[in-house]
């Protein structure tokens, strides 16, 4: 190891930088955000008595002799000492810093590779929420309440554990402070038998990196995750390792997981005081059955959150190079789910079939055949332009464009998942269409099929 890896207090401690200009800014910066008393002086104002009463300096000049000079007048005097870029010359160096005040986090390569230790900071800037910093002040006011009360050092871990991964933290990153320190209190009243929760998350359409940044923190600290079919192998592969996983995916034809038996589940561990994520494909709240879940929860007195999603419509039509809307061709969208109650009241086949607008179907495919039927008869143009998106945003995506009177053929085998595109904005698929792989040996992957 060559370098210590430290945090030292320089409130109001006095610090030399020579040299001016945007290098020497940033470090300045840095030093006065750390409450330093800081001198800067020109090359040419620099004299090395400056440094009889600092506690460090920096050189950030031009003149790799200017700077050598500043090196070694400090070393004599034991001063640490940092010239900007040139390692050999620095008895300390700059980490780079994920700042969450008063939670810091330092990352360095020894000066061997600095862009590297960047890259890894941005990392894990990704990884932590905006609010740690403030759920550590808040946390270190409770500490003398918390030991006058659990005097054990284990004891007053668990506690911690429990808060930092519990409904504390989710109040503190919902920006309701008040009810998080209230949990904390209620917490410690309870000895320990700490509350769980429900968290919806909307894990986006397929592809792992469109889970959200709120979504990805949030299965990072979850107990137990019940999960969908749509939820892909790449999203699970980002879960907490040591988290349990529960499949309560519905598929046509096959064993599911009744919504009743699903509801159940999520509150009877919630209330054996794990934090639940309930992980959806796209967004929870768009065709996911989301709110039947959370109402079940509200009537059980469980305490819920929310983390919204991509939902496949916006994702998949983006990833095919189809616009929603386009000045051109569509002023509005509209969202449709071919999967009803038999006892539902029927759609406004009038007010879907009008022109310049898009239709985005999802769960069509098995009705495709009624969908097209419908819309012509009540009349959508039998030439409106389609599409069937399957496994949008995954590496196996295929789409499949035609007109609308084609539609039912075009639905006939696509590969689930699928979306159905109704609408002139599909014309602008040969255009944009950006995202594209090989095609594999059944037929399917970013190829397009189109019928004349």
Partial sequence: MDYLPLFASLKDRPVLVVGTGEIADRKIAFLRKASARVQVVTGAEFQESMLDHVVLAIAATDDRELNRRVFDAATARHRLVNVVDDQPLCSFIFPSIVDRSPLLIAISSGGNAPVLARLLREKIEALLPTNLGRMAEVAGNFRERLKAVITTTDGRRRFWDQAFRGRFASLMAAGNEAAAEQQLEQSLSSAGSAPGEIILVGAGPGDPG????????????????????????????????????????????????????????????????????????????????????LQAAAEAGVPFQVVPGITAASAVTAYAGIPLTHREYAQSVTFVTGHYKADSAPFDWAHLAQSRQTLAIYMGTMKAAEICEQLIQHGRAATTPVAVISRGTRVDQHVATGTLQDLAHLAKDAPMPALIVVGEVVQLHSTLAWFQHPTDAEGFGSSVVTLA
């Fill in 210 to 293: 469109l889970l959200t940044l709120r979504g990805l923190q949030v299965i990072q600290q979850a107990d137990v995750v019940f999960y969908d079919h749509l939820v892909t192998d790449g999203v699970r592969e980002l879960i907490r390792r040591d988290a349990e996983q529960i499949c309560v995916g519905k598929r046509a034809g096959e064993h599911s997981v009744a919504q009743h038996d699903t509801n159940q589940m999520l509150i009877a561990a919630a209330k054996a005081g794990k934090t639940v994520v309930r992980l959806k494909g796209g967004d929870p709240f768009i065709f996911g059955r989301g709110g039947e879940e």
